[in-house]
């Protein structure tokens, strides 16, 4: 089943370990996302891609850094992890071209604490 | 700068009602829009997509309207239960890249 995945759901890490959040998805997208969320809080674009070897910054500042190596695969690093980066990470997809509908789907989440 | 707006932004209602949640956004220029459902910590579910050339989108008991020129969109929940309970977020897309959140209106349906 295609389908937007996020591991791992929930990490606890303390001050100065360098983390990776995984995000893989089987929908065959071109498009991928990164959102930060605080709860409560509205969502905020931190990093996209529009395929292999294409990486943006969101609107967002970020420490953080991610790669896209492979279409299904994007995951996001903090060399360094802070408090500051307590937060929900998103990840999300949606497909590109011409007549697509550029319907975004987002994976379950990660809720990263920074201790 | 295209801003997206949610009124109104918690709304808590009896089982059974009929509801409509309200989006705007300030540029008309928009590609399309889409209505999310995100459960407490969650992702975002998708729930109706609707294009620019589009008026309305329906799903089951959701049925979402889009005037692009005065810039508004609705979200109608008919006969709500319990388990529409959640926060209903809606997002435009101004071009092919980026959505652009509104911060969500949360709904609680009580039996």
């Known amino acids: 089943e295609a389908d937007i995945y996020q591991t791992p759901r929930y990490l606890v890490i303390g001050t100065g370990k360098k983390i990776t959040l995984e995000c893989s998805q089987t929908?065959?997208?071109?498009?991928m996302y990164w959102y930060q969320q605080d709860p409560g809080m509205e969502l905020h674009l931190i990093h996209y891609?529009?395929?292999?070897?294409?990486?943006e910054k969101g609107d967002l500042s970020s420490e953080s850094t991610v790669s896209r190596i492979r279409t299904e695969h994007f995951p996001l690093t903090l060399e360094s992890a802070r408090p500051s980066h307590t937060s929900q990470y998103l990840c999300?997809?949606?497909?590109?071209?011409?007549?697509?509908?550029?319907?975004?789907?987002f994976g379950p989440g990660t809720r990263l604490t920074v201790t | 700068k295209q801003e997206v707006t949610q009124i109104p932004a918690a709304l808590s209602v009896p089982e059974g009602e009929n509801l409509v949640l309200n989006c705007s956004f300030t540029?008309?220029?928009?590609?399309?829009l889409q209505w999310f459902r995100q459960d407490p910590g969650k992702g975002l579910t998708s729930l109706l997509l609707?294009?620019?050339?589009?008026r309305e989108q329906t799903s089951g008991r959701l049925n979402a309207s889009l005037d692009k020129s005065s810039g508004r969109s609705t979200l109608y929940i008919a006969a709500s239960q319990p388990g529409d309970s959640a926060t209903y977020l809606c997002?435009?897309?101004?071009?092919?890249?980026?959505?652009?959140f509104g911060t969500g209106t949360r709904l609680q349906v009580f039996p």
């Open positions: 999300a997809s949606s497909a590109a071209g011409t007549g697509v509908r550029y319907e975004q789907y």
């Open positions: 929908m065959g997208h071109d498009k």
């Open positions: 891609s529009y395929g292999v070897n294409s990486t």
């Open positions: 540029d008309s220029a928009i590609y399309n």
């Open positions: 609707i294009q620019s050339s589009q």
């Open positions: 997002a435009v897309r101004p071009g092919t890249d980026k959505l652009i």
